[in-house]
């Protein structure tokens, strides 16, 4: 029989991988079982209790340290001054009058459970021993297999409970075991895509060796910690150490090209377009060494520049030109000459 529980009380069933499953108050009561870690928040003591069935597997005691931990990362909002271990069977009444269950109903509920259980026990385990041992030894196929003739023996007599866990373990070692498999895929893949980005740096494609890096990065680095994977490891840092070179080598080439800038609007000598022109075509392949815009944005400021420029002469030669034609055909012969004196000296940038 369930008593009155307080509505604020949490409740969470620790799963073998460590996370953490919310039991509703009705759910409560069968939730009691040979297998399961119980874990309570009460927030009027802001207190934690972790209920630890009497058959529980030691892969799923050794998440039992990191409990209050999790539990906090998950729900930064319960504040947890003391957590306190209750072993099934050794229950305290003031624990059993928090959590709304009576003393009479929880054993009863237990020794149904040991009663199920009994005819199968020693073989049971044995192999819940022999598949935690797969388990941690990371053998999770081996450690199913296992497992799976526990699903059975669970089933010839009738334990829920008992099915239900180890239905919950082979879930958790599938997934650890295609977390393996995944794990050797992205080991092979980066040990091959270091001697390609040897490869591509050597013949300065550096483009290609960046993004190489980074597809790697946006297929695994949401799920996985490629920093904890060495072989990943080495090639993120032979990444992050050719962006950092390029960066210094970049620097004083954009600082030439906002001198020149500089220097060219100053200029109170005329502005020489061959100058500019040439230095255009000694600087613009640089931009695509490096793997940001900043010196294709700085060339454009350059070349912007240089079509001003350019129009501006274009414009004042032609002004001056027709002012020429108009004086030759007034016969005034000697100022059209002139005119087309200062023409050539806006053209002649080496003063030949």
């Not at 079982?33 to 934690?48: A, E, S």
């Not at 005691?61 to 319960?78: C, D, F, N, V």
């Not at 271990?85 to 959590?99: H, Q």
């Not at 373990?169 to 270091?194: M, Y």
Request: aromatic share 8%.
């Amino acid at each position: 029989m369930i008593a009155e529980m307080s509505s604020e009380i949490k409740i969470f069933r620790l799963n073998y991988s460590g996370s953490f499953e919310e039991i509703l108050p009705e759910n409560l009561l069968s939730s009691f079982t040979l297998f399961n870690i119980l874990t309570f928040y009460v927030p009027n003591q802001k207190r934690m209790y972790i209920w630890i069935g009497k058959r529980v597997s030691q892969s799923l005691k050794s998440h039992i340290p990191q409990i209050r931990g999790a539990i906090s990362r998950e729900h930064p909002e319960l504040q947890i001054l003391r957590n306190i271990t209750i072993e099934s069977g050794l229950e305290p009444l003031d624990f059993l009058e928090i959590i709304g269950i009576e003393e009479v109903a929880l054993k009863s509920n237990i020794k149904e459970l040991e009663i199920k259980l009994l005819p199968v026990l020693s073989e049971i385990n044995r192999l819940k021993s022999q598949a935690d041992k797969y388990f941690i030894s990371n053998d999770y196929e081996d450690a199913i297999k296992i497992a799976q003739k526990i699903v059975t023996l669970a089933k010839s007599i009738n334990d829920d409970s008992l099915e239900q866990d180890q239905i919950n373990f082979i879930i958790e070692a599938r997934s650890r075991a295609r977390a393996g498999e995944i794990l050797q895929e992205i080991e092979i893949l980066c040990k091959e895509a270091t001697t390609k980005f040897d490869q591509l740096v050597k013949f300065e494609k550096f483009h290609d060796a960046h993004k190489l890096v980074e597809d790697i990065k946006q297929k695994y680095e949401n799920e996985y910690d490629l920093s904890a994977i060495p072989l990943a490891q080495q090639l993120l840092l032979k990444d992050e150490n050719m962006v950092y070179k390029l960066k210094i080598e970049q620097e004083p080439i954009l600082k030439d090209i906002e001198d020149f800038i500089i220097s060219f609007e100053k200029s109170s000598n005329k502005r020489n377009l061959m100058e500019m022109k040439d230095f255009l075509e000694r600087k613009r392949n640089m931009g695509q060494y490096f793997l940001d815009n900043k010196i294709i944005h700085k060339l454009k400021q350059v070349n912007d520049l240089y079509n001003r420029t350019k129009e501006d002469l274009v414009n004042e030669v032609s002004q001056l030109s027709n002012i020429a034609l108009r004086n030759m055909e007034n016969g005034e012969l000697s100022k059209a000459i002139d005119i087309f004196e200062k023409i050539v000296q806006k053209l002649d940038y080496d003063n030949k």
